[in-house]
């Protein structure tokens, strides 16, 4: 995986204020390189040092091992959440 990419995408992570998302998407877009996937991988195998429960899928989800300590990360933010999912347009970080 390219280093450069990695380092990217986690210091635009870190840039999520909390009770804020982004998806692994817009996070690409943002980078203008990569795409979803890319971001997922980087999330997955290096987001465990930056606050990895601001990055969710479109649909406000995380994959089902994370839900459950993602949810006490929402709550205590005040993150946006409905049905075990954060409601992104509400939650959706400022510049994104």
Known sequence: MDEDFTEAV???VEQIPPGCVATYGL???RLGRGGARQVGRVMSLEGHGVPW???VRADGSLP???VVDAQ???RDEGTPVRSGRV???DALAPDF
Do not use: P, S
């Open 10 to 12: 986690l210091e635009v």
């Open 27 to 29: 996070i690409a877009e």
């Open 53 to 55: 429960w601001r990055v």
């Open 64 to 66: 089902a091992h994370l």
């Open 72 to 74: 006490q990360h929402w």
């Open 87 to 89: 409601v992104v347009k």
